[in-house]
């Protein structure tokens, strides 16, 4: 019914920067919150970043002030990009879209690799 497709992982040295691209197909993109996770390996699984439908952003401490993240409607594409990138920020994100209003809409994309290591 929907599918997020994700883009813009890789390696990155410390203190750089990525762009993260979740591209939204099926219906319902404009009504749901979209969310990005992160997971590494042997730890939980933990949000990072929130965009809700109405615009509303929320962000896990540990990024806060170097991710943002945005949603272009017109593209149906939810961004996160990346800044002052840190070793600690190694996972696989993924992306997951949900609505407070239809339990059973919830998404998630296949996941994206980003590595940060010199």
């Known amino acids: 019914q929907v599918q997020l497709v ?3 992982g890789g390696l990155v040295q410390p203190g750089g920067s990525l762009r993260l691209s979740c591209a939204a197909s099926g219906r319902g993109f404009s009504g749901a919150h979209m969310d990005w996770h992160r997971q ?4 939980e699984r ?3 970043a929130r965009i809700t439908s109405t615009g509303n952003i929320n962000y896990a401490d540990s990024v806060k002030g170097r991710f943002t993240i945005s949603r272009d409607g017109a593209r149906n594409t939810v961004y996160l990009q990346m800044n002052s990138l840190k070793p600690e920020d190694t996972a696989v994100y993924y992306c997951r879209a949900h609505m407070a209003s239809i339990s059973s809409y919830e998404y998630w994309g296949q996941g994206t690799q980003v590595t ?3």
Do not use: F, N, R, Y
């Open 6 to 8: 994700e883009s813009g």
């Open 40 to 43: 590494a390996p042997g730890k």
């Open 46 to 48: 933990e949000l990072v």
């Open 116 to 118: 940060v290591s010199s």
